[in-house]
T-cell receptor
Framework: KAGVTQTPRYLIKTRGQQVTLSCSPISGHRSVSWYQQTPGQGLQFLFEYFSETQRNKGNFPGRFSGRQFSNSRSEMNVSTLELGDSALYLC??????????????FGPGTRLTVL | AQSVTQLGSHVSVSEGALVLLRCNYSSSVPPYLFWYVQYPNQGLQLLLKYTSAATLVKGINGFEAEFKKSETSFHLTKPSAHMSDAAEYFCAVTTGGGNKLTFGTGTQLKVEL
């Protein structure tokens, strides 16, 4: 079974630009969550989607947005990039949004560098 | 609101020695607790999780953790370290089994010969 796929793996942008990152969950998984990882702030939850609906949102500005398609694939978008947006963006998928037996599987991440 | 605190951003052990990585949590409701490992340039891999069943949880690669409510702790241990255990380890918490994880700041484990 293929794991979580994130594309692209590496990305370089300049300040003010926008970027779209893609995540393909494990087949059959309907929940997708996004996390930002930086040396200064660590791992922080961005948002979660389930059945094309946003279920949870972290404490990030409106420049960060996401969506989920009917095939459960998800994209996140960051507009008006700032230097501080440089980070590893991780996507995780799971069968459902919650439950004792629920487990999230993480992708390898997209490394975004903002110059 | 929930949170986790990992004591020690860097831990160094000798190969074959005991590994002990500390995690304390704060949660107003019964928590679900997790330990993840991250190797360089990779995503996170789940080592083990506590979901209010047995307090001693066994995970992959010989790791285990014990949930101690009185101490609000969930420390990760492994009896004998291997070179391949060198990585960064994250403790995380969520409530109600949801997917919104709150992570600790991570502990970099170094294993020396």
């Amino acid at each position: 079974k293929a794991g979580v796929t994130q594309t692209p793996r590496y990305l370089i942008k300049t300040r003010g630009q926008q970027v779209t990152l893609s995540c393909s969950p494990i087949s059959g998984h309907r929940s997708v969550s996004w996390y930002q990882q930086t040396p200064g702030q660590g791992l922080q939850f961005l948002f979660e989607y389930f059945s094309e609906t946003q279920r949870n949102k972290g404490n990030f500005p409106g420049r960060f947005s996401g969506r989920q398609f009917s095939n459960s694939r998800s994209e996140m978008n960051v507009s008006t990039l700032e230097l501080g947006d440089s980070a590893l963006y991780l996507c995780a998928s799971s069968l459902s949004p919650q439950g004792a037996n629920n487990e999230q599987f993480f992708g390898p991440g997209t490394r975004l560098t903002v110059l | 609101a929930q949170s986790v605190t990992q004591l020690g951003s860097h831990v160094s052990v000798s190969e074959g020695a005991l590994v002990l990585l500390r995690c304390n949590y704060s949660s107003s409701v019964p928590p679900y607790l997790f330990w993840y490992v991250q190797y360089p340039n990779q995503g996170l891999q789940l080592l083990l999780k506590y979901t209010s069943a047995a307090t001693l949880v066994k995970g992959i690669n010989g790791f285990e953790a014990e949930f101690k409510k009185s101490e609000t702790s969930f420390h990760l241990t492994k009896p004998s370290a291997h070179m391949s255990d060198a990585a960064e380890y994250f403790c995380a918490v969520t409530t109600g089994g949801g997917n919104k994880l709150t992570f600790g700041t991570g502990t970099q484990l170094k294993v020396e010969l």
